[in-house]
RNA sequence: GCCGAUGUGGCUCAGUGGCAGAGCAGCUGAUUCGUAAUCAGCAGGUCGGCGGUUCAAAUCCGCCCAUCGGCUCCA
């Protein structure tokens, strides 16, 4: 007998070689049909393991996020499972679970396209219908290659060859399919209900440019048919916040063919980048930094002094300007060195923090643009922080300090990212490793969680990343913070010890908002166009009801103007209900509708964009209202 | 850059070899209206570009450009 203590407390005994499974069905039938996995004394078993010992059990449903991987791992075999038995000779290449479904890589005869997606999908149900059930078999790393070599599996015998000495190698099998799988998976295929491919793709083997490109199917899967359908709504949902959509009927910004990567700011697009930049200059000058701008272009000589003509050229815009080579700027650093070696600095002056609006140019690959997420220009709210040695870590929470007070405000979740040093680098490992701790020792301080991101460093230094959201969960990098010792060697930085010494001053790089564009980007996703007041390009449109409020209205939106208020007022020939619509499209804040009532009354009705009718207010009552909302930025 | 899909008026889209269409937006006129769409009329497109097949091409073929979804790369 084995003895089986439950979550809930309970302990029950079974015979030895009982199946989880059966303990789960001994409990509840309705439990074992829900329970997707189990956890047995800490770690996951398919329902199929049977009970050789005693042992605390944990049965897991699809709201389990380990439970959910299982689920959609699983799916992912039935996936392959059904494009092979509808294109035999398809390879199998890896196939896992992602965040909102699974994947599975193929090398294939077959192109696969959108057609193909009704036929795979009826191949599924009818495996699901089957309802085989999935066995798990550990086989010796011999027998394994020799049975993915018959198979014709080059894949599976690379992987198989790449595993340690030590790995127990498993196949998972369901009919007649058979992979390699160190699971665990669903007890069998008549688990699955709701499923659906969503769409193709390219995807090099092991992730690298220099293999063989595989067909990837993109797909998901639901124990229950509304859950799909809600996850597919919520998809359309977030389909309506795209910044690329909002951005053109918002009237902000554009992107067109005759400048792929290169954004046109609209008027009301540049209130927003404005108030952005207005905000920036604020909280900087508070927080003791100096403002430069640099040039756009500078020569050839300075950049190979820098070390971008080395490392960064294939990223670059050039130009000849007087038969001499001139580059187009990718970064601000190098003319943040030149302006500070204008004066001689003492460690007086130290810490040095220098910021810059910079328009940057790089050379982005033609399938990576997007939106206003993934540009060839763009400005970054840059700043270059010199500084002694034992000021690195000081600077560096203070700038993790100010990233979260801009992040907060706007209400941002984020997550963070250290970057370690990449191949293509500058500098000693000694040097790298000094640095990266640092960046870690500040952020340990901070008491924040962060990411190891190993060898996606800039090639002068290590850095914090700290990643933001868009309406598909995608995730972007914003602001970051670099640390770079070469910058200030290339250049000869120096400052004047209490000795009366030169010495080389530390050097951090820093962003908070990134890059203006994609924050902005993400800021329209984020609010779904309706921006908090301070932000709104419009903040108050009047709506008057009929041409005899015309004036009045003309007089409201004056005494608004005169408070710095961006009202508007919409004097068209159209039914009031006409002009709310729109109003309300536009996302705009306040409509203030003006008809012989409030004419009579010097009043204004106002209607807020979220809470509708708020009934009619002084105008006077409005205004303090509106300023005190303008002024602590909040998000009503 | 690579894989796949897409490209028709400002926007969303219909049109699969035989006279380029609809709705919204725009303009003009009428309507003077109270919290998410008033009515009527008008105007607007060398169907992404170039080349080819055909009596005839938005439609079929080729190349290019751009966009979308990924991969790779990075704010």
Redesign the pocket.
Known sequence: MVAIKLKDGGQREYPEGISLLQVAEDISNKLAKNTVVARFNGQLRDLHTEVTEDGTLELLDFDNPEARVVYRHSSSHVMAQAVQRLWPGTQLAIGPAIDKGFYYDFESPH?F??DDFKAIEEEMLKIIKADYPIIKKELSREDALSFFRDRKEQYKVELIEDLPVDAVISTYQQGEFIDLCAGPHLPSTGRLKAVKLM??????WR???ANQ?L??IYATSFPKKSLLDDYLHKLEEAKRRDH?RLG?ELGLFV?L?EG??FPFFMPKGMILRNELEKFWREEHARAGYHEIRTPIILNREMWEQSGHWDHYKENMYFTVIDETDYAIKPMNCPGGMLAYKQTIHSYRDLPLRMGEMGLVH?H????????LM???A?T?DDAHIFMLPDQIIDEIKGVIELVDRFYTLFGFPYHVEVSTK?EKAMGSDEMWDIATEALKQALDEKGMKYRINEG?G?FYGP?I?FHLQDS?D?T???G?IQLDFQMPEKFDLTYVGEDGEKHRPAMIHR?IY??I??FIGILTEHFAGAFPSWLAPVQVRVLP????SHEYARQVVEELKAEGIRAEADLR??????K??EG??QKIPY?L?V????VEAGTV?V?HRRE??LGPAALKDFKILLRSEIEEKLNR
Do not use: N
């Open positions: 192109t396209t959108p769409s193709l793709a390219g995807a090099y992730g690298s440019e490109m067909q990837r690329r053109r992107v063919d792929p990567g790089r982005e690959m033609s399938g990576v643009l997007h939106g993934r540009v060839r763009f970054q990449p996606d800039a850095k990343d598909l995608r972007w990098q914003c970051t962003v990134g890059s564009e994609r009801i009929t041409d005899r020939s159209e039914k009031t209900g006409y709310i619509r309300q499209m409509l509708i008809g012989d009532k409030e009705s209607r509708g009718d």
